[in-house]
């Protein structure tokens, strides 16, 4: 069968996310944020629970983690940890305005009966450079995690970890530059990577999605699929037809305040793959 006649399978997925109730650019720690911009949370807001809504109108569970004042980031929940069965490893961030984040992640996941919930000792922002499909990791550095948290989560997780060099600083974490579609499948922008990392992915994934410049640069990899449902920003035109052309179903999203921070969909959204076993 080829790949545009796949009959597309969703799957429930468990998402966390964070409400933007004290967002805001009030620095820069990426080449996206401008403090001198306005930003309008009110907008963000609405525009967050858009995303929200669509996740459960789709069957998908999200659950929310309380925003704390004077984090504006907390938005991007990606960002807090990577959670495989029951094990968790919480993030630790590069930026000193975003480490207190941590503590919040950490504590949710404690309450919440995980058992393996591991604080990090190199520096990682979770699934902002992390990405789980089957039974790898496809993990990202170059700006913000560090390569030798790359080892720390392949031991957390006991799943072999495959090491991503990015090198535009407009693409600062792997999830701006990449996208898992489902377990095999992947759509990355090449201009993001390291000449080394690009024979790396052409070797694993021969036939994922190449992504061109306008549509990265509008966020569009910044994406989550739960196997047949695309969520991408709304901007991404090209793509939403190639994803179309290959079975899935793209589903447009307007996240334009909160790109105004470097993020969209995929940031806004941790994946909890699988409950603790009670
Ligand atoms: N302003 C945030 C930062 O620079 C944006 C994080 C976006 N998150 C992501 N998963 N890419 O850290």
């Known amino acids: ?50 995303l929200r809504r669509l996740y459960l109108e789709h069957g998908h569970t999200v659950d929310l983690i309380e925003p704390v004042a004077g984090l504006p980031d907390m938005v991007f929940s990606a960002n807090g940890a990577t959670v495989v069965d029951d094990r968790v490893l919480v993030a630790r961030f590069r930026h000193r305005e975003r480490v207190p984040e941590a503590a919040s992640y950490q504590e949710w996941f404690a309450a919440r009966g995980y058992r393996g919930v591991h604080s990090a000792e190199y520096v990682n922002e979770a699934e902002g450079d992390y ?5 790898r990791v496809l993990a990202g550095t170059g700006f913000r995690t560090d390569p030798r948290a790359h080892a720390e989560l392949q031991r957390t997780l006991g799943r072999p970890v495959v090491t991503l060099t990015l090198v535009d600083p407009r693409f600062y974490h792997l999830d701006t530059a990449l996208a898992v579609l489902s377990d095999t499948e992947i759509m990355y922008y090449p201009g993001a990577f390291s000449a080394e990392s690009l024979t790396t992915l052409r070797e694993l994934y021969p036939d994922a999605i190449l992504v061109d410049e306008d549509d990265a640069e509008t966020f569009g990899l910044n994406a989550v699929s739960d196997g047949r449902a695309v969520f991408l920003p ?15 179903e793209p589903v447009g999203v307007d996240l334009s305040e909160l790109l105004k921070a470097g993020g969209s969909v995929k940031c806004c959204t941790l994946e909890i793959r699988h409950q603790p076993r009670a």
Request: glycine share 4%.
């Open 234 to 248: 709304h901007t991404a035109t090209v793509l939403a037809d190639r994803l179309r052309d290959r079975g899935f």
């Open 131 to 135: 990405m789980v499909l089957g039974d």
């Open 1 to 50: 069968m080829s790949q545009n006649q796949a009959v597309r399978q969703a799957t429930p997925r468990h998402y966390l996310m964070c409400r933007p109730t004290y967002f805001d650019v009030t620095y820069a720690i990426n080449a996206w944020m401008d403090p001198a911009k306005p930003v309008d949370t009110d907008l963000a807001i609405e525009q967050w629970e858009g």
